[in-house]
């Protein structure tokens, strides 16, 4: 049974100009432990769909299953991370990671919270940074530290909406490491929404490049890979050739 199951999923806005179709009939399932990138034109309803995953929106018609049981309303089990973390300035990076433990796990003695806290830090490198606040650390950190915060509670799915677009090409590969080293450590079902199709193939095992608006699936690719991930495997043939396709069915979503 896939972790994530999206089915036939249709979904419209309203506007003043009438309803803007958004997702229509779009299917999608995400294997348990696994990570999928989705990709697809600027505004075809990338975050909508990450939306109605998390339960913050109903789609339309169609369903989405959650370990085969059906979204209807906002989960505490899904994390989500964002390209602008939302750190609280008045709290410590660790007290900021430990509060969706606050919220999903109250009664956790505060010494197993600070313990689960400080080993996800360390596993970034951020272990030496616990006690300052968000504005003293650099983009790159601050994205760490939002990772550490969005799993902190074990959720099934972690979700990510271009979490690294604001960070420089070369930061941007050195998050890329991290998560992949988290997620060896601590596995999670994953959905990353991303624009840059090394990322894609980089850190997911399954592509999804969606139509142009209204979104549905229009292309999945599986990517395997038989040795350990770094970033030489992205100047092979065979990732050159990934990226090409990729690079393709992009051109054709964003002309339909
Ligand atoms: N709450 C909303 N009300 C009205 N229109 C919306 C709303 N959210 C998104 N849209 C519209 O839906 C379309 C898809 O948006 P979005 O999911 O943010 O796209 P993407 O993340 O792929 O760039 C856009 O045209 C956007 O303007
Ligand atoms: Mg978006």
Request: with cysteine.
């Amino acid at each position: 049974m896939s972790l994530i199951k999206i089915r036939n999923v249709s979904h419209a806005f309203e506007s003043d100009d009438g309803p803007i179709k958004v997702l229509k009939n779009l299917d999608l399932s995400v294997e348990r432990d696994s990570l999928t990138a989705v990709v697809g034109p600027s505004g075809c309803g990338k975050s909508t769909l990450t939306r109605l995953i998390s339960g913050l929106l109903k789609p339309d018609r169609g369903e989405i299953f959650l370990e085969g049981e059906k979204v209807v309303s906002p989960r505490s089990n899904v994390g989500m991370a964002f390209q602008n973390p939302v750190l609280l300035e008045w709290r410590t990076i660790l007290d900021n990671i430990m509060l969706p433990l606050e919220i999903v796990a109250p009664k956790m003695p505060k010494k197993e919270k600070v313990g689960r806290a400080e080993r996800l830090l360390s596993l970034v490198g951020l272990a030496d940074f616990a006690g300052r606040r968000p504005s003293e650390l650099s983009g790159g950190m601050r994205q760490r530290a939002s990772l550490c915060r969005a799993i902190v509670h074990k959720p099934k799915v972690l979700i990510m909406d271009e979490p690294f677009g604001a960070l420089d090409a070369f930061t941007r590969e050195d998050l890329w490491q991290v998560l992949l080293d988290v997620k060896a450590e601590e596995p999670f079902t994953g959905l990353l929404i991303t624009h840059d199709l090394r990322e894609s193939i980089f850190l997911a095992d399954q592509v999804a490049v969606l139509s142009g608006r209204p979104a549905m699936t229009q292309y999945l690719m599986d990517v395997e890979f038989s040795e350990k991930r770094n970033i030489e495997l992205l100047f092979t043939a065979k990732s050159t050739a990934m990226l090409k396709e990729l690079r393709k069915q992009i051109r054709i979503a964003q002309a339909s």
